[in-house]
T-cell receptor, first 109, second 118 residues
Framework: KQEVTQIPAALSVPEGENLVLNCSFT??????LQWFRQDPGKGLTSLLL?????REQTSGRLNASLDKSSGRSTLYIAASQPGDSATYLC????????FGTGTRLLVSP | GAVVSQHPSWVICKSGTSVKIECRSL??????MFWYRQFPKQSLMLMAT?????????EQGVEKDKFLINHASLTLSTLTVTSAHPEDSSFYIC??????????????FGNGTRLTVT
């Protein structure tokens, strides 16, 4: 059974800092891994999708890496902004997505 | 813009009544949709996989007679919480793949439905 852990559980930083969010998973047999953000009381927004054959994906200030063999993925957020405040979830996928516990990020002005 | 629409966004009902939640794919056909439940400050838990034209596949521990899923068309799946009780109060979210399926495409989510059972 796939288990997904995200560290840290919560993070509070001042605006402008570069951030690293970590995700680890126990079963490396995955098709891909997705990173999402969730705003309070809202659904999920897909940020990045990394195929199992890829090492990283970039979108704007976001960069996600994947080391499938070690069961790890990292989301880098460059030059953080208050609008980045949300919960970030990673989800490796085989037949279905299994969600991590999330990292609650607060970026203060 | 949104590719998956969910309705209603919130609902309050009395204990013992049934509530229906709709999930629509807006500009694509979705043969498969997924229903998740999220309790406060917890992650999403997959409840069931909704398959167009066939029975839904429920995750272990999810009562299929309580959470009725109907996927009658390629753009609409519904989740009905029957005989709702306060412990069913939660945030329910649907999702679907747009594109080549789970191995290639990102999963798109609706905005969720906040259910409160009094």
């Amino acid at each position: 059974k796939q288990e997904v852990t995200q560290i840290p559980a919560a993070l509070s930083v001042p605006e402008g800092e570069n951030l690293v969010l970590n995700c680890s998973f126990t079963d490396s047999a995955i098709y891909n891994l997705q990173w999402f953000r969730q705003d309070p009381g809202k659904g999920l927004t897909s940020l990045l999708l990394i195929q199992s054959s890829q090492r990283e994906q970039t979108s704007g200030r976001l960069n996600a890496s994947l080391d499938k063999s070690s069961g790890r993925s990292t989301l880098y957020i460059a030059a953080s902004q208050p609008g980045d405040s949300a919960t970030y979830l990673c989800a490796p996928s085989l037949e279905k997505l299994v969600f991590g516990t999330g990292t609650r990020l607060l970026v203060s002005p | 813009g949104a590719v998956v629409s969910q309705h209603p966004s919130w609902v309050i009902c009395k204990s013992g009544t049934s509530v229906k939640i709709e999930c629509r794919s807006l500009d694509f056909q979705a043969t498969t949709m997924f229903w998740y439940r999220q309790f406060p400050k917890q992650s999403l838990m997959l409840m069931a996989t909704s398959n167009e034209g066939s029975k839904a596949t429920y995750e272990q521990g999810v009562e299929k007679d309580k959470f009725l899923i109907n996927h009658a068309s390629l753009t609409l799946s519904t989740l009905t919480v029957t005989s709702a009780h306060p412990e069913d109060s939660s945030f329910y979210i649907c999702s679907a793949y747009k594109g080549g399926g789970l191995s290639h495409s990102p999963l798109h989510f609706g905005n969720g439905t906040r259910l409160t059972v009094t």
